[in-house]
């Protein structure tokens, strides 16, 4: 039997304690040799060299096939080149550089400024202390979407600034108005040198473009298929194109009963998309990244807006973070691509002592994935590393709020179950657990009250109200045209 050598070392111990093949020149004996040296797809001259001599020896006993280099010898001896296992590492970490890369484009195709999460929240953390803010003499006041994928953002900031006020509305809308913004305010530490307080503002609508580069499809942990984000955006989106943006221009301050967020947040974006010279006509041309952009920039303005009408600079100094979020997640959430969180900064910047001051964030280094692993506990388990200029990190437990893992280690366990359930003959042996005895004993009667709606409901249903509210609606677009 053939005796095979798989490592270039051995291979060359093993010629040297053979006689020479006769069939090879003595010449094309030591090229052949070299050539096993050598790692796949090495390209220095002396590999060129000693393979072209070999060729011209025995091409019938010199083979490539797969990137290795074969040599069959006279005595049936098989010698195999391996790469070395340094090569073997940085082709691995290349790839996965390749990769991450190639990921980051996808986002950055829609959004220039997208940067990692993890990099975003870090470069924040160090231009903030800069000019005095951390995280124990300041409080965070987070403005996001209400879905509950944000909350990987949300934690990242109070794992810096602490545990934050939350602002949050439907899309990202802005509805807590000035007694809201008052309510953090309240919340924050005093600074015991200067007597002042410390806010920091972030401001986030998202959007999902997913591993495949798909702009709004998301999947999203137990339900299967595709589900999206943001739907509220994606709904004002698709109503603003059928319904046009005149008519969806409302009196200020006026919503729906029903739906107070939604209603606002469409009427904000509307204002704003007519403001921007947009027309019933030409919103058809907007796209879901379009119409993205403008809720960043509406929501942003009303966040400016409420913080002229209730921050006093000679009491606190404050700074301001905007942008958009981007989950760019696996295109089936239990696949394995990780699920990655970006981060577009739009604005950045301070207002010490009254004086404002604009920051720069892509003017700072990130951190180098070993950083961030570090600050995340040192897990070498988590994917994490440079993505074109920034760095990434794979999404995990406690910062989503479902672990890919868990559900991919709970999916095995139920399979192993059926399994089971045949090799050991259970099938059939026991009914699943009926609804527990106790349950009867705690159900009651609904409680009698008043309902205060009624008063909406009659509001919706009065013809006169509607028809008054038709002519103040076109009026107020006639004065704003």
Same mark, same amino acid.
């Given at each position: 039997?053939?005796?095979?050598?798989?490592? *270039? $070392? =051995?291979? !060359?111990?093993?010629?040297?304690?053979?006689?020479? &093949?006769?069939?090879?020149?003595? /010449?094309?004996?030591? +090229?052949?040799?070299?050539?096993?040296?050598?790692?796949?797809?090495?390209?220095?001259?002396?590999?060129?060299?000693?393979?072209?001599?070999?060729?011209?020896?025995?091409?019938?006993?010199?083979?490539?096939?797969?990137?290795?280099?074969?040599?069959?010898?006279?005595?049936?001896?098989?010698?195999?080149?391996?790469?070395?296992?340094?090569?073997?590492?940085?082709?691995?970490?290349?790839?996965?550089?390749?990769?991450?890369?190639?990921? *980051? $484009? =996808?986002? !950055?195709?829609?959004?220039?400024?997208?940067?990692? &999460?993890?990099?975003?929240?870090? /470069?924040?953390?160090? +231009?903030?202390?800069?000019?005095?803010?951390?995280?124990?003499?300041?409080?965070?006041?987070?403005?996001?979407?209400?879905?509950?994928?944000?909350?990987?953002?949300?934690?990242?900031?109070?794992?810096?600034?602490?545990?934050?006020?939350?602002?949050?509305?439907?899309?990202?809308?802005?509805?807590?108005?000035?007694?809201?913004?008052?309510?953090?305010?309240?919340?924050?530490?005093?600074?015991?040198?200067?007597?002042?307080?410390?806010?920091?503002?972030?401001?986030?609508?998202?959007?999902?473009?997913?591993?495949?580069?798909?702009?709004?499809?998301?999947?999203?942990?137990?339900?299967?298929?595709?589900?999206?984000?943001?739907?509220?955006?994606?709904?004002?989106?698709?109503?603003l194109r059928s319904e046009g943006v005149t008519c969806n221009c409302k009196i200020p301050g006026v919503h729906d009963a029903v739906d107070p967020e939604y209603s606002i947040l469409k009427q904000r974006i509307a204002r704003r998309l007519?403001?921007?010279?947009?027309?019933?006509?030409?919103?058809?041309?907007?796209?879901?990244?379009?119409?993205?952009?403008?809720?960043?920039?509406?929501?942003?303005?009303?966040?400016?807006?409420?913080?002229?009408?209730?921050?006093?600079?000679?009491?606190?100094?404050?700074?301001?973070?905007?942008?958009?979020?981007?989950?760019?997640?696996?295109?089936?959430?239990?696949?394995?691509?990780?699920?990655?969180?970006?981060?577009?900064?739009?604005?950045?910047?301070?207002?010490?002592?009254?004086?404002?001051?604009?920051?720069?964030?892509?003017?700072?280094?990130?951190?180098?994935?070993?950083?961030?692993?570090?600050?995340?506990?040192?897990?070498?388990?988590?994917?994490?590393?440079?993505?074109?200029?920034?760095?990434?990190?794979?999404?995990?437990?406690?910062?989503?709020?479902?672990?890919?893992?868990?559900?991919?280690?709970?999916?095995?366990?139920?399979?192993?179950?059926?399994?089971?359930?045949?090799?050991?003959?259970l099938e059939g042996v026991a009914k699943l657990p009926a609804t527990p005895e106790w349950a009867n004993k705690i159900t009651a009667a609904a409680p009698e009250r008043s309902n205060s709606t009624s008063i909406d409901q009659e509001f919706?249903?009065?013809e006169s109200l509607k028809q008054l509210q038709a002519e103040l609606d076109a009026k107020y677009r006639m004065v704003s045209n």
């Open positions: 039997m053939p005796r095979v050598l798989a490592a *270039a $070392a =051995q291979s !060359q111990m093993a010629m040297q304690q053979r006689a020479s &093949a006769a069939s090879l020149k003595p /010449r094309g004996v030591a +090229a052949a040799r070299a050539l096993a040296a050598h790692r796949p797809g090495c390209g220095c001259a002396a590999h060129r060299r000693a393979r072209n001599m070999v060729v011209r020896a025995a091409a019938d006993h010199v083979l490539e096939v797969g990137g290795r280099t074969i040599v069959v010898e006279e005595d049936g001896t098989i010698i195999i080149s391996q790469p070395s296992a340094q090569a073997a590492a940085d082709v691995k970490d290349s790839t996965e550089v390749e990769y991450l890369t190639g990921r *980051a $484009a =996808q986002v !950055q195709k829609h959004f220039e400024s997208a940067i990692g &999460a993890d990099d975003f929240i870090q /470069r924040v953390e160090m +231009a903030l202390y800069a000019f005095g803010f951390t995280g124990e003499n300041s409080i965070a006041m987070v403005n996001l979407c209400r879905d509950e994928v944000t909350v990987t953002l949300k934690q990242k900031i109070d794992a810096v600034f602490g545990a934050s006020f939350s602002t949050n509305g439907l899309g990202g809308v802005l509805t807590c108005g000035a007694v809201g913004m008052g309510a953090g305010f309240s919340h924050s530490p005093i600074c015991s040198t200067t007597g002042k307080e410390r806010y920091v503002f972030f401001s986030f609508p998202h959007i999902s473009i997913n591993s495949r580069g798909e702009v709004g499809p998301m999947s999203r942990p137990g339900r299967p298929g595709q589900s999206c984000a943001c739907g509220a955006l994606i709904k004002s989106w698709n109503e007519r403001h921007e010279g947009v027309t019933d006509e030409s919103v058809q041309g907007l796209n879901l990244v379009d119409v993205t952009k403008v809720a960043e920039r509406t929501i942003s303005d009303d966040l400016e807006y409420l913080i002229s009408k209730t921050v006093d600079t000679s009491k606190a100094d404050y700074a301001v973070i905007t942008g958009v979020q981007v989950h760019n997640w696996a295109y089936d959430f239990e696949d394995e691509s990780p699920n990655l969180e970006f981060v577009a900064p739009t604005s950045a910047y301070v207002v010490v002592n009254g004086q404002k001051t604009h920051i720069d964030l892509a003017a700072m280094p990130p951190l180098t994935p070993r950083q961030i692993k570090m600050l995340h506990g040192g897990d070498l388990g988590v994917v994490c590393n440079q993505g074109g200029q920034s760095t990434l990190r794979a999404e995990d437990p406690p910062y989503t709020y479902d672990s890919k893992d868990a559900r991919k280690n709970q999916k095995k366990r139920l399979e192993r179950y059926v399994a089971l359930l045949k090799e050991e003959g919706q249903t009065d």
